[in-house]
């Protein structure tokens, strides 16, 4: 039964390569190629579709427009990067972490080159970006994950968005093996002593390019809509002055860590450390996180960024 369904399953994936080369690649019509084919243009529709999705076909639109290099230019002036890439706002703000997801994954895609080390945050952004990634393989490629996981994995854990990325360039994978919110600042301590991870912490000072992204201090952000803390943290953390958090390292609208509890109880590589990277991309966007990209900006030194229209205006002051 399973060699019949290989077949079948092989035989569907010609098809879909074939709509696809004559569709995208010789540039004939729906019809056109449904007559081509010998099938009807519902089924060179659902062929085309279902090449798309599968990853077959990989469409790449540069976003870019006039607005948006003014705008990049004018990041890079405001607050001293050496790049920025700004993305066309999308109608729907729920679908912001899909578009700079995808401008991350090509940027994320143009970088790689042999003997790489990398590390790599988490969350929504991060995670769309590896539907984006289209690298050639190299060798010797590293990727470090840069925080600890949860303990109910879904496709934004840490250490999921680290193997899964590793698997899309064919590189090793490093994990923090370790929660990403321990009970508190002792334990902590303690976990950071284990030799595994004292390892991984002292290769994650030696990365050459990392990709975070930023969280703001909201009920909608990745850390308390997971329930990897609760919202009863919210009120607390905005007295203290957070504004958001990268590498859940919770940062006031200056950059500078606040004296909260929780950031005695992150597992997760320091600021100073992503300070010293050489290359540091922040990825995130969207108008309730402009503030957070900011300070975050502040706290790192990030000289990359990667954000959508509505984030930039705001932090511009627009």
Request: charged share 25%; hydrophobic share 50%; proline share 3%.
């Amino acid at each position: 039964m399973d060699a019949v369904s290989d077949d079948t399953r092989q035989r569907t994936l010609d098809l879909e390569v074939r709509a696809a080369w004559f569709y995208y690649v010789e540039g004939l019509t729906q019809e056109q190629t449904a007559q081509q084919m010998n099938i009807s243009r519902a089924r060179v529709i659902r062929l085309l579709a279902a090449a798309r999705d599968g990853g077959v076909v990989r469409i790449r639109i540069d976003p870019r427009g006039s607005a948006q290099v003014a705008l990049e230019r004018r990041l890079i002036a405001a607050f001293g990067l050496a790049e920025a890439v700004v993305v066309p706002a999308p109608a729907d703000e729920d679908a912001v972490a899909a578009v700079v997801g995808h401008a991350a994954g090509i940027f994320l895609s143009e970088q790689m080159r042999d003997g790489l080390s990398l590390g790599v945050g988490w969350g929504a952004t991060l995670n769309m970006s590896l539907k984006a990634l289209d690298a050639a393989p190299r060798e010797r490629v590293s990727v470090i994950s840069l925080l600890g996981g949860m303990t109910h994995s879904r496709a934004v854990n840490p250490s999921a968005v680290a193997r899964r990325l590793a698997d899309a360039l064919g590189a090793d994978c490093y994990q923090l093996t370790a929660p990403l919110i321990v009970a508190d600042g002792a334990v902590r301590a303690l976990l950071w002593a284990e030799p595994g991870l004292h390892e991984l912490d002292q290769h994650a000072r030696h990365i050459d390019l990392a990709l975070v992204s930023v969280g703001d201090v909201s009920a909608e952000a990745t850390l308390f809509r997971e329930g990897v803390l609760p919202r009863s943290e919210l009120a607390s953390l905005a007295a203290a002055g957070a504004v958001g958090d990268v590498l859940c390292h919770f940062i006031d609208r200056d950059g500078v860590l606040v004296d909260h509890p929780v950031n005695q109880r992150v597992i997760a590589v320091d600021l100073d450390a992503l300070r010293r990277v050489p290359k540091l991309v922040i990825a995130s966007g969207g108008r309730r996180k402009a503030e957070a990209i900011r300070a975050a900006l502040k706290a790192t030194s990030a000289k990359v960024l990667i954000t959508d229209e509505t984030a930039a205006l705001r932090m511009l002051g627009d």
